[in-house]
T-cell receptor, first 113, second 111 residues
Framework: DVKVTQSSRYLVKRTGEKVFLECVQD?????MFWYRQDPGLGLRLIYF???????EKGDIPEGYSVSREKKERFSLILESASTNQTSMYLC????????????FGPGTRLTVL | GQNIDQPTEMTATEGAIVQINCTYQ??????LFWYQQHAGEAPTFLSY????GLEEKGRFSSFLSRSKGYSYLLLKELQMKDSASYLC????????????FGTGTRLLVSP
């Protein structure tokens, strides 16, 4: 059974803290994605990686960075968390090719106080 | 820019049929996906259309008209467990392949 896992389901951090969200997939997928999901705004792409150490900015990369040191692992980093980064964060992966479905992790609900 | 529209909420009765529409305006179109998302859970893949026409998969069907920028998801013989959000997502090629999501349609199925 294919699986995308995320390090935490719920996380509470304080403004200014550095936050790491981890995502691991066991499907040997080339592509990995980080989204945030907010009511009324849908899923928005933060960053994308198509290979180890390779990354592309998505639609809302400001305030975020990413790291992909191993094929199966993709990390999202909030360098200095702010209250407007309170959101649901979803990781996804797929194999190369435009028609391939993305498999999503369960999400991390991050609250920044 | 990219723009995807779908209704915010729909209600239907168990056993009925419901059609969820999605219209889009995008550049670099590379297929349309539908995902189902139950509250508090991850989105799960339902269907993919890249050519015009209807794709049927059990109780769920999805239709695409590229010339009209229009898709719908048809759910038949509704069950209570179909209460969920349904996300329309357009695949676009902007140098790399990505998905642009609509805001989702929340479907409430009542007995």
């Amino acid at each position: 059974d294919v699986k995308v896992t995320q390090s935490s389901r719920y996380l509470v951090k304080r403004t200014g803290e550095k936050v790491f969200l981890e995502c691991v997939q066991d499907m040997d997928h080339e592509n990995m994605f980080w989204y945030r999901q907010d009511p009324g705004l849908g899923l928005r792409l933060i960053y994308f990686s198509y290979d180890v150490k390779m990354k592309e900015k998505g639609d809302i990369p400001e305030g975020y960075s990413v790291s992909r040191e191993k094929k199966e692992r993709f990390s999202l980093i909030l360098e200095s968390a702010s209250t407007n980064q309170t959101s649901m964060y979803l990781c996804a992966s797929n194999s190369g090719g435009g028609g391939n479905e993305q498999f999503f992790g369960p999400g991390t609900r991050l609250t920044v106080l | 820019g990219q723009n995807i529209d779908q209704p915010t909420e729909m209600t239907a009765t168990e056993g009925a049929i419901v059609q969820i529409n999605c219209t889009y305006q995008t550049s670099g179109f590379n297929g349309l996906f539908w995902y189902q998302q139950h509250a508090g859970e991850a989105p799960t893949f339902l269907s993919y259309n890249v050519l015009d026409g209807l794709e049927e998969k059990g109780r769920f069907s999805s239709f695409l008209s590229r010339s009209k920028g229009y898709s719908y998801l048809l759910l038949k013989e509704l069950q209570m467990k179909d209460s969920a959000s349904y996300l329309c997502a357009v695949g676009v090629n902007t140098g790399f392949q990505k998905l642009v999501f609509g805001t989702g349609t929340r479907l409430l199925v009542s007995p």
